[in-house]
């Protein structure tokens, strides 16, 4: 992959077993990112929807081919949001309060190793309440995408509301890098095309739930009934 300068994108945790649980396998798999990075250096790696301050601190020390993708959702929840609701719960979990901190800070850092992925799941409504009789397992995942570009900026609007975040510091150009800029450019997919979108504040709400008619299946959208951001192509 190196040789052929393709990308590694890693899901980073280590697999079940002694002292590890979810809210460690991030943590735990850090020592193998720094081994794959020594060993071949020029290797671009995206080390996807990091959830934890020690990953992001990881990203950081390594060299610029080591980036890595945060989630919409992650930059909301704790371990409290999906221990308490199955809409809330994916892979990796969300941390404590303070990684969630880190994760804000970072968005709108303007740092280029660190860009949006949304690794959105649209999973039914049954699978995410463990089954048709409620006994199976949750299906890992968190359903963002109609609202993915919108919930960042809510995210980053409730750091500012906490003192998490300066909202003077995040400019448009934070925002643009982040959401796309930094992404396309460690892919090295070219500029930008010609298309923008728009935010603007408005009384839009996140759906409660999406069907289609003549459909059985329903997903559920992350922060359901809840007012978001509009945003419009042009």
């Keep these: 992959m190196e040789r052929q300068d393709m990308?590694?994108?890693l899901h980073g945790e280590s697999p079940s077993g002694a002292n590890i649980t979810v809210l460690n396998a991030e943590e735990a798999f850090l020592p193998t990112l720094f081994t794959l990075h020594t060993r071949f250096p020029k290797l671009?790696?995206?080390?996807?929807?990091?959830t934890s301050a020690a990953a992001?601190?990881?990203?950081k020390t390594c060299g610029p081919t080591v980036a890595a993708t945060l989630t919409a959702h992650h930059l909301f929840l704790t371990v409290d949001d999906w221990a308490s609701d199955p809409f809330c719960f994916c892979k990796p979990v969300a941390k404590l309060p303070s990684d969630r901190e880190a994760l804000l800070r970072t968005a709108a850092s303007g740092n280029p190793k660190f860009f949006l992925g949304t690794d959105s799941a649209p999973h039914p409504v049954a699978a995410k309440r463990g089954g048709s009789d409620g006994k199976g397992k949750t299906a890992a995942g968190v359903f963002t995408q109609p609202y993915a570009t919108q919930?960042?900026?809510?995210?980053?609007?409730l750091g500012c509301e906490k003192?998490?975040?300066?909202?003077?510091?995040?400019?448009?150009?934070?925002?643009?890098?982040?959401?796309g800029g930094f992404g396309r450019a460690f892919y090295r997919s070219g500029g930008a095309g010609s298309e923008r979108i728009t935010l603007r504040k408005s009384d839009e709400t996140i759906i409660d739930i999406l069907s289609r008619e003549g459909n059985s299946v329903e997903v559920v959208p992350f922060r359901r009934g809840q007012n978001t951001?509009?945003?419009?192509?042009?």
């Design 163 to 179: 003192g998490v975040l300066d909202a003077q510091q995040i400019t448009p150009e934070i925002l643009e890098g982040f959401l």
């Design 44 to 50: 671009r790696i995206i080390l996807e929807h990091c």
């Design 229 to 234: 951001w509009s945003v419009s192509w042009v």
């Design 7 to 9: 990308i590694l994108n």
């Design 56 to 59: 992001i601190e990881a990203v």
């Design 151 to 157: 919930l960042v900026l809510d995210a980053l609007e």
